[in-house]
């Protein structure tokens, strides 16, 4: 689906996970967001504070895990998926701190395929993810699945692409500072969830936007795996959508 722009886009998709928040509710169940992080989803999270603060939503009964962290990373520090969550989301809603799930980029490298294990079957047990958003990565990657990612790994450690540093080396004042690695959610991890929204802005991702949406099925680019899902949508502005 193509947007005029993000802001008409981002709240349509925030709607979207607050008809899931609302559904799940009224069930007295719970609801499981898959989250992501980086530029793209900014303004769902922005309009989601709105509609908790001016539309009663309430995140009580929402448990929520995001895509992927740095790795190593304390969750302290300004650049930590943490950090952005907080200051984004969590800090402005009514979800309870326990109900929250970040890759933690302290564990010690020999637990971290354990670590990896326990949060995926944490996610499992509690009936998967009802909704994951995406943004993507120049690489095409999608969380920190770079290319090479196979189409069912799980949540374990990787190793960052060199574009994927350069790409964040503002945050971090220099490439050099970027984590070479990062836990995330695996692809199959993410083909689990029951709707999967993935989406783009701007003119900088039109080319890898095609590549994901028109181009060969391919491991090169772990976005075209969501090519085989039909629970997966595309969700762009007209810049993100301009070489389709
Ligand atoms: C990071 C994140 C991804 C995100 C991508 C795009 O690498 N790990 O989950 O989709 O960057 O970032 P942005 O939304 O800032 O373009």
């Not at 900014?42 to 603060?53: P, Q």
């Not at 984004?88 to 670590?115: A, C, R, S, W």
């Not at 039909?230 to 007209?238: P, Y």
Request: contains cysteine.
């Amino acid at each position: 689906q193509v947007y005029p722009n993000q802001e008409v886009a981002s709240i349509g998709v925030a709607k979207r996970i607050a008809n899931v928040i609302r559904e799940k509710q009224e069930k007295g169940e719970t609801a499981v967001l898959g989250l992501a992080t980086g530029a793209t989803p900014v303004k769902v999270y922005k309009e989601l504070v709105r509609l908790h603060k001016e539309e009663n939503l309430s995140f009580r009964n929402v448990v929520t895990f995001n895509l992927d962290e740095y790795y190593p990373m304390l969750p302290t520090a300004d650049q930590s998926y943490v950090t952005f969550m907080n200051k984004h989301l969590f800090d402005m809603i009514d979800i309870p701190k326990e109900n929250i799930n970040i890759p933690d980029g302290t564990v010690p490298v020999e637990k971290v395929q354990e670590y990896c294990e326990g949060y995926e079957q944490k996610i499992s047990n509690l009936g998967g993810l009802d909704i994951q958003i995406l943004g993507i990565g120049r690489t095409g990657h999608i969380g920190f699945n770079e290319p090479g990612s196979a189409p069912n790994s799980g949540t374990r450690l990787v190793t960052l692409d060199d574009l994927t540093r350069r790409d964040a080396s503002r945050d971090f004042g220099g490439k050099e500072n970027v984590p070479t690695k990062a836990l995330t959610m695996g692809v199959g991890t993410i083909f689990k969830a029951k709707e999967i929204i993935l989406m783009a802005w701007n003119e900088k991702k039109a080319e890898i936007v095609k590549k994901a949406v028109e181009g060969e099925i391919s491991s090169d680019i772990p976005a075209t795996y969501l090519q085989l899902s039909d629970r997966a949508e595309f969700i762009l502005d007209q810049d993100a959508a301009s070489a389709l």
